[in-house]
């Protein structure tokens, strides 16, 4: 069962689930960053044995995602795809086009390298950033306009390091909130994790596992 939390920004309020994504209801616009989707493609082209159904697992999660929340735009918040065109482009394109009714808008990121006509002829329409009131929408925190009083933002893959007693520890993904801004994690389940710690002790991270979402105190 998807478990949700709730992350507001002013009067801007999403909300924040176990699959790794955010949901503006307001808007019904669906938020997902970093699927890095023909990696699985990638890897076994390079003699590295993983089995298809990885690939298939991150479709029928997005597919899973977009029956509950029955967004009216998905933006997908940068690398989309992971390399250069392969076969897998070709099902993820016929994927969506049978499977997800939406409006697709990719936010261009640093491993989005396919021909413009490519994402074009698979339905999505490019931008370099997007808004929803007055936030800001981009790949990398670092191209966000000083402008804007808050930004979401993905391309770190952020993950949280809990310890236990002893040596027990895991690693788990999360979204990672200070002030000004949102860093997603990443929905692709074959991106690793970069480890985050809280920079200031105002920040929150949000880690979540299949079922539950939780706050680290």
Not at 80 to 95: A, D, Q, T
Not at 134 to 155: M, P, Q, R, T
Not at 183 to 191: H, K, Q, V
Request: aromatic residues 12%; glycine residues 6%; neutral net charge.
């Amino acid at each position: 069962m998807t478990a949700e939390t709730q992350i507001s920004f002013g009067r801007t309020q999403f909300t924040a689930t176990s699959d790794g994504v955010l949901f503006h209801q307001d808007s019904g616009k669906l938020i997902i960053s970093d699927c890095h989707f023909g990696k699985t493609t990638h890897f076994r082209r390079n003699a590295l044995p993983i089995p298809e159904q990885a690939m298939q697992k991150d479709f029928l999660r997005l597919e899973a995602v977009f029956n509950r929340l029955k967004p009216t735009s998905i933006i997908f918040l940068g690398d989309l795809f992971h390399s250069y065109e392969n076969r897998e482009w070709n099902i993820l394109s016929e994927f969506l086009y049978t499977r997800i009714k939406s409006q697709f808008i990719l936010i261009l990121g640093n491993h989005d390298i396919l021909h413009k006509k490519s994402y074009e002829a698979a339905g999505f329409e490019l931008r370099t950033h997007d808004t929803i009131n007055d936030i800001c929408l981009v790949h990398d925190l670092a191209d966000a306009s000083n402008e804007s009083k808050f930004n979401i933002s993905g391309h770190l893959h952020p993950g949280y390091k809990i310890k236990g007693n002893g040596r027990q520890q895991i690693l788990l993904p999360c979204f990672y909130v200070s002030s000004s801004s949102l860093i997603m994690p990443a929905f692709g389940s074959l991106t690793g994790l970069a480890i985050m710690e809280k920079k200031h002790k105002t920040d929150s991270i949000f880690c979540f596992t299949s079922n539950s979402i939780f706050e680290v105190i």
